[in-house]
């Protein structure tokens, strides 16, 4: 079975820098891609960033320029920089991959901008 797990959320001003990291575990063949989603109160869930099958990166337009994804194969492990935060980058943030060709989430990790 496989799990992901998210760290690295937590309180920031706005403007300031926090990195999401995601841990892949259990049975793992081949993570064939990963991403992260947020869902801010009273929204919907939305892709922030993630990669393609054909190895590219794909970004909300909101976080473009300030936000960066990154993996580690090795380690199994996804990233998430955010730099230059702001009010309205406050939700909860998921990570997601495709590991051998089937799709999990994790369970969530809260991020709070505040002014």
């Known amino acids: 079975q496989v799990q992901l797990v998210e760290s690295g959320a937590g309180l920031v001003q706005a403007g300031g820098s926090l990195r999401l990291s995601c841990a892949a575990t259990?049975?793992?063949?081949?993570?064939?891609?990963m991403g992260w989603y947020r869902q801010a109160p009273g929204k919907q869930r939305e892709l922030v960033a993630g990669e393609t099958t054909f190895g590219n990166t794909d970004y909300a337009d909101s976080v473009k320029g300030r936000f960066t994804i990154s993996r580690d194969n090795a380690k199994k492990m996804g990233y998430l920089q955010m730099n230059s935060l702001k009010l309205e980058d406050t939700g909860v943030y998921y990570c997601?991959?495709?590991?051998?060709?089937?799709?999990?989430w994790g369970q969530g990790t809260q991020v709070t901008v505040s002014s």
């Open positions: 259990g049975n793992i063949g081949r993570i064939n891609t």
């Open positions: 997601t991959a495709k590991v051998d060709g089937w799709d999990h």
